[in-house]
Structure formats: C-alpha cells, structure tokens
C-alpha cells in the first residue's frame, strides 16, 4: 500500500514537470535570475488595453497560432482581467483563454488562466520596460526540478503593425537584461 502511494506520488510530480516543461521551451540549466529589473513605479492602469504579440521564445500553448494579442482590463478587486486570442493557422479556429493577474512588485504580476488544473498555478509576468504607448517586454521563467529553468520572452505592440524602431527598441532592453534573441521568433499577424 505504501509503495502504490510512493508511485502515485512519483508520477503526480513527474507529470508537473512535464507540464512545466510545457509551457516553455528555451531551457537554461540552474535556476531563474530573480534579479532582472522590472519597470519601476509600474502603471497598471496605463498598461491597460490590447497589446499584439510580435516576436517571442516558444512557447506550447501559442503553437500554430497568429494574429495572437493581449487585453488586459480592471477587475473590481483591484487585479487585471487577462484574455489571450490567436487563430490556430492550420483550422483558421479561434483559440482564447482568460484569466487574471494580480501585481506582486512593481512591474511583477502573477498570472493564472481559467480552466487550468489547480496545481499548474500561476505564472510570472515580469514587464522588464515598456512607454505604455508603443511597446512592452514581458519576460517569465519558471524553475524546474531545481535543475534548470524555462523562460518566455515576449515582444508587445500597441499596434498590429508597428514601427520598427519599437522592435528595435524592445530587442535592445532584452541584450541588456542577459537574454538571448536567438529564440526569439516573429509572430504571424497577416490577413487577422
């Protein structure tokens, strides 16, 4: 009986790792840094509204989606309401989710989805610089097994179609925060 427990035990962890491991896919070994700055004096209210994903790391739940955008809006008690769309490219269905955030720190958010399986939790939404306006860097890692971790960076525009000097600009805030653009990946915002 004990050894049945010990087994199930096992494989409830092994399956948490596994969906960690889902939620990202640039590994780094150790573990996250929790000391990359964040946007000081952070305005929730400002960041309000609808951003548009344009280049990105990976990531399993965004797998064959465009046209992928953002809302966030105010909950009464204070947190954001987060809702996530893109349009699977293969089926031309829609695909959303929402949820809410809650601000820890400034510039540092705790997001957890609807419909998600209690013991995923929720995850880190770091804004590492933003004007509000025109761009945001949202980054997230999540330590797994104390062995490694698995990060998420994320590019923002305030519109579809954005002026280039703003990538530029959001690019150059990931290089001096130690992350790599090599995983970075352009998201497919044509004919949304």
């Known amino acids: 009986m004990y050894g049945d427990k010990m087994k199930s035990l096992k494989q409830i962890a092994v399956l948490i790792c596994l969906i960690q491991l889902g939620q990202a896919q640039v590994l780094n070994r150790g573990s996250c840094n929790k000391n990359i700055p964040t946007v000081q004096n952070f305005d929730a209210t400002r960041y309000l509204g609808r951003w548009y994903e344009q280049e990105k790391y990976p990531f399993i739940f965004e797998l064959g989606g465009k046209c992928i955008y953002a809302e966030y809006g105010q909950l009464k008690n204070g947190d954001l309401s987060v809702y996530n769309y893109n349009i699977n490219e293969l089926t031309g269905r829609p695909n959303d989710i ?41 980054y997230s890692c999540t330590d797994v097994l104390g062995l490694f971790n698995a990060q ?39 004919g949304c």
């Not at 954005?162 to 001096?176: D, G, L, T």
């Open 98 to 138: 929402l949820g809410s955030a809650k601000l820890v720190d400034s510039g540092k958010l705790k997001v957890r989805f609807n419909n998600m399986p209690a013991f995923i939790g929720s995850a880190d939404y770091w804004v590492l610089d933003t004007d509000y306006d025109n761009y945001a860097v949202v």
């Open 152 to 190: 998420v960076v994320w590019i923002l525009t305030r519109e579809r179609s954005p002026n280039p000097q703003y990538i530029e600009k959001a690019r150059s805030v990931i290089k001096q925060n130690g992350l790599s653009l090599k995983p970075l990946q352009r998201t497919n915002q044509q």
